[in-house]
């Protein structure tokens, strides 16, 4: 009787198609991953359980860190609008190319004074180099925070007509007095809900 | 798809027939899928978890005088004094009745849960008549010890609204505080 042949199949399988998909999936990750931004103050953030995701339009963005305060809206047309406001309120003049320049500058804390200057630098290294950003000004004499965020407010309210929403970036390390102020700032202004950005915990801490 | 053939080349043995030798030029793929797989695993994770996770926090209106504030119960109210070096102190009812526990951010959960069962079995697990916590921030604390103790909150499940209260630090919780180094 003879033998029943096996036929030896070759087990090594065209890895081509699956490769192709890989590779698609990849660029497509790589593409819609948006770059994490560089904050120009460096801070550590406190961690949480909080599960609820930050929104990405109609919110500014307080950072508070080693005593100084930075701000940033989000969006280029609010930004734009909220420097328009800001200039005719400090008699400041920008040129339209300003404008537009500003409407991508992201986290920044110069006061109103310097923020010229500080438009016109070539770029973010240049901008975080320059020791131009000394925090925005709090104090009661001249609180330039409180008018960048009216004049934000203001800009939100009429380009998308919704609230603004506030969030607080705090360094783990700032002390409690110095966020404290803040949000008395925030609350002269009857903002009296805001959100504390925080990175995730690790399991139960 | 990844083959060619080449059927040039080969050995030069020998002065008669020219022998081509089929090189197999399937090329192992598998190495490569590892690698792009890795790369999507992570640039979807980090694209999905690198989004920022916010805290709401809603503090008292400080001008409205407003007639019908709630009176706490001091039964009910656990007061948390947040100190410096990463110390809470605690006491439950009113300012200066009852002894502060001084603890760390370790304890402080279980001790927020005891009062809470505690309150739930006196009252009955009335669900109107549950713990009410009244967190003090002091000059001392930092911002981390504050979103940490708004975080324990949240682990802990303390339903009614916490006050935050940094204006109204009575002066026997700052003798208090002092005298146990943590202010």
Redesign the interface.
């Known amino acids: 009787m003879p033998r029943a042949k096996v036929k030896r199949k070759s087990t ?1 399988i ?3 198609a ?2 192709d998909v ?2 698609l ?2 660029t497509f ?2 593409l ?3 770059a ?1 931004q560089p904050d120009p103050l460096d801070i550590k953030l ?1 961690s ?7 929104p990405d339009v109609d919110i500014a963005k307080l950072t ?1 860190g080693h005593g100084k305060v930075f701000y940033e809206v989000a969006g280029k047309d609010v930004k734009m609008a909220t420097l328009d406001k800001m200039a005719e309120q400090y008699k400041v003049s920008f040129t339209p190319q300003e404008r537009e320049r500003f409407g991508v500058i992201q986290s920044f804390g110069v006061p109103m004074q310097s923020l010229k200057a500080f438009i016109n630098l070539p770029d973010e290294a240049a901008r975080t180099k320059s020791g131009l950003q000394i925090g925005i000004p709090t104090d009661s004499l001249d609180n330039q925070l409180s008018a960048w965020l009216l004049n934000s407010r203001k800009a939100v309210a009429e380009l998308h007509s919704t609230a603004m929403r506030v ?1 607080i ?12 102020k803040i ?1 008395d700032i925030l ?1 002269k202004q ?1 903002i ?10 690790g399991g ?1 801490k | 798809m990844a083959e060619l053939d080449t059927s040039s080349g080969g050995g030069k043995k020998g002065g008669g027939k020219v022998r081509t030798k089929k090189a197999n030029t399937k090329v192992d793929l598998t190495a490569m899928v590892d690698l792009a797989f890795l790369l999507i695993t992570f640039f979807m994770l980090t694209t999905s978890l690198s989004k920022p996770i916010a805290m709401d926090i809603a503090k008292p209106d400080k001008d409205v005088k407003d007639e019908n504030r709630l009176e706490l119960r001091a039964s009910q109210t656990m007061t948390i004094l947040l100190g410096k070096n990463n110390k809470v102190a605690w006491y439950m009812g009113e300012a200066g009745k009852s002894q502060p526990n001084i603890e760390g951010f370790g304890d402080i959960r279980k001790s927020i849960l005891a009062n809470k069962k505690k309150v739930a079995d006196a009252n009955g697990n009335n669900p109107k008549k549950t713990l009410v916590v009244v967190i003090k921030p002091t000059s001392g604390a930092s911002y981390e010890n504050f979103v940490n103790i708004m975080d324990e909150l949240n682990i802990t499940k303390i339903t009614a609204a916490p006050a935050i209260d940094d204006e109204n630090i009575t002066d026997a919780e700052k003798d208090f505080m002092k005298k146990n180094g943590i202010l």
């Open positions: 090594s065209d890895m081509t699956m490769c890989a590779f999936l990849l990750f790589i819609t991953a948006t994490r406190p949480s359980s909080y599960k609820i995701p930050v508070i969030s970036k705090g360094d783990a390390k700032e002390e409690y007095p110095v966020v404290k949000v609350q009857k009296n809900k805001f959100s504390l950005i925080t990175t995730a915990a139960a």
